[in-house]
């Protein structure tokens, strides 16, 4: 009886002592941030549900902050951020690792010095890549020379070479990795949006890059809360590319739709039942807006419209507004007292009609001259009145 009653009292101590071990693991962040006294230093955790909140310290003269924190209760690298209002350092933290910092503010997000982790330090690469990325592709919807369609094809020229070098050199070199699980993740701008560069939902090689890093953490990671997430991605991107290859095969482009001189023909029916072919406008001048009524700047745009149009309207301007709203009776009421072509494309954000003008975001808005030929779209017009002004 006291045998038995030992030994169960060793095997709570054990497993006390076990659990006590497990919550003290810890991980330390230390360094200095100058150039940012009396300012607050935030550490973040990026959990699945987005960043959250673990600790602060407002900064001295020299800059330094140490950071001690319990190692999450995880079986995979976990990610972590610091941050000074809105420039942020992305690290990822291996079970009880130390990691040391050093940077100056405002430049710590791209002028950060890192040193403890080889994740940490790749994780920097892949920053200063995308943020490379970006403002190439700022330069090119800002060049006033340049064409919709080359614009297009430029911005996808340099994203398709950046995808294909992380992928090559990064993701597939090491997929196990917290820094090519990071990679996956990283996001561009155009024209306000922000969009996953490895985008799962529509682009079959995306999907075998995420399926690559999800397999590889299954070995290294089983169970990992992390590694279940990019399976169930992977697998709604291959359901959502299917749908979408369906519905494409159904809509495909009729060559008559498209001018000679490459304008491609929208057809849509308007909110008073009447169908409106966006070429029947030739001769006048358009502003062809794809538009979101249920977005909360939707009556600011409005405004703006109402304005061009009553200025420029006599002059030969008309406004065909394209609305992706899902709710039909909502979209009649909201345009009920609009005087330009207001349509709606049924299918909303999945609709042709985006497709057709490889619109990413919404409001996007094109300037059509009078001749059925675009001239330019949005990310390239510095002053609207001037250039409607050039074309009528």
Known sequence: MKITRIFSVAVIMVAALAFTSCHNKKFHINGNITEAKDSMLYLENIGLNG???IDSVKLGEDGSFAFEENAMDSVSPEFYRLRIANQTINLSIDSTETILVKAAYPTMAYKYE????????????????QMNLQATINSITKNPNMGVDSMNVAIAQVINSYKQDIKTQYIFKAPMKASSYYALFQTIQIGGTNSLLFNPRNNKDDIKVFAAVATSWDTYYPNAERGKNLHNIAIQGMKDVRIMENQMAERQIDASKVSVN???????????GVVRNLTDLKGKVVLLDFHLFANRESTKRIMMLRDLYNKYHAAGLE?????????EHFWKTSTAGIPWIC???EDGVQGQSLASYNVQSIPTFFLIDRNNTLQARDAQIKDIDAAIKSLL
Request: proline share 5%; glycine share 4%.
């Open 343 to 345: 349509v709606r494309d």
């Open 262 to 272: 490459g304008c491609i023909n929208l057809s849509l029916t308007d909110n008073k």
């Open 114 to 129: 890192v040193e403890g982790s080889e994740n940490c330090s790749t994780i920097k690469e892949l920053s200063l890549k």
């Open 319 to 327: 406004i065909y507004q394209v609305s992706v709203d899902p709710d």
């Open 51 to 53: 960043p959250e909140k």
